[in-house]
């Protein structure tokens, strides 16, 4: 068979043509429409700030005024660390852990709620038209899962700074709330994927709906829950970091300190260490997924 015959022959479809050309045509209007230039990126004051900002800003203090060279970079970092990066650090990792764990506690309550095949007269015995009560019990779950994510951390966090004032319990109650209705969605949509064999192997047995949902469902959907829940810890290192920008004493905090103070070489520090974390997230993330996949217990 040639490639002629495979591309004459290949399965077309006119919804994804006009999607593919409707997305085209919208990008087309964004750029002619909107206030995009690309000669923003050459002007003569883009690239005088860019020489300044790489050749002078970003280096050290002590080694662009001269006092001294090179090697005495570890000593400066070390300074700054001292000063304010380790508490900066300690303080976003302390939220992001918190946050996080709130974020799964509550997503764990509402997911049996939410999911539909569980919130239901006969779970997982394949009765597709609940009860109107049941009905109501997943429009309320689901509803307050798109309420809790559909604000962003940001606003959150700015809208409890009014109630709880300048201190670590807003961030950390804006990054729970948003990533709850995350988790509990991800959560809900994994309950309503799973096969219903064992189940429906259990209610038939006679377990109740309480031990189907610990002991036959929890276990299944367990592995990729633990999978959203790093990505989101590791979302929840960044936003503590963005949330910082209101004033509460994450890394975020002090990068803006450092930018009112021009001093962007602790600026790039402070990113590079919220980076750090980001990294030390991804690592931990890693191991997880690797003793899962070596017990045989993750999905796919």
């Given amino acids: 068979m040639t490639l002629a015959k495979l591309h004459r022959d290949r399965p077309r479809s006119w919804f994804l043509i006009v999607s593919a050309g409707f997305f085209l045509l919208l990008v087309l209007t964004s750029w002619l429409t909107g206030d995009f230039k690309l000669s923003d990126f050459t002007s003569e004051r883009s690239v005088r700030n860019l020489n300044r900002f790489l050749n002078h800003d970003i280096i050290p203090r002590p080694i662009r005024d001269g006092e001294a060279g090179w090697e005495a970079l570890p000593s400066w970092v070390g300074g700054v660390l001292a000063r304010d990066g380790w508490k900066a650090m300690g303080n976003t990792l302390w939220i992001s852990i918190v946050a996080i764990l709130f974020a799964a506690i509550g997503a764990a309550c509402l997911v049996p709620g939410a999911a539909r095949n569980t919130a239901s007269s006969?779970?997982?015995?394949?009765?597709?038209?609940?009860?109107?009560?049941?009905?109501?019990?997943?429009?309320l779950c689901r509803g307050l899962l798109v309420f809790c994510r559909g604000i962003p951390e940001f606003i959150w966090a700015f809208l409890l700074i009014g109630i709880l004032g300048i201190n670590a319990w807003p961030a950390v109650l804006a990054l729970a709330l948003h990533n709850?209705?995350?988790?509990?969605?991800?959560?809900?949509?994994?309950?309503?994927?799973?096969p219903l064999d064992i189940p429906r192997a259990l209610r038939i047995s006679g377990a109740s709906r309480r031990q189907v949902f610990l002991f036959g469902i929890f276990p299944l959907v367990l592995?990729?829950?633990?999978?959203?829940?790093?990505?989101?810890?590791?979302?929840?290192?960044?936003?503590?970091?963005?949330?910082?920008?209101?004033?509460?004493?994450?890394?975020?905090?002090?990068?803006?300190?450092?930018?009112?103070?021009?001093?962007?070489?602790?600026?790039?520090?402070?990113?590079?260490?919220?980076?750090?974390?980001?990294?030390?997230?991804d690592f931990v993330s890693a191991i997880v997924r690797k003793c899962l996949r070596e017990t045989d217990v993750e999905p796919g």
Avoid at 180 to 194: H, P, W
């Fill in 122 to 139: 006969h779970p997982f015995m394949g009765r597709t038209h609940p009860s109107k009560r049941w009905q109501s019990v997943v429009f």
């Fill in 180 to 194: 709850m209705g995350i988790l509990g969605r991800l959560g809900a949509e994994t309950v309503e994927n799973l």
């Fill in 223 to 281: 592995p990729r829950m633990l999978v959203y829940f790093f990505y989101r810890w590791e979302t929840c290192v960044r936003e503590a970091t963005v949330i910082g920008l209101l004033g509460i004493s994450s890394l975020g905090y002090y990068i803006t300190e450092a930018h009112a103070r021009f001093k962007y070489d602790e600026l790039l520090l402070y990113i590079l260490l919220g980076s750090a974390l980001i990294l030390a997230g």
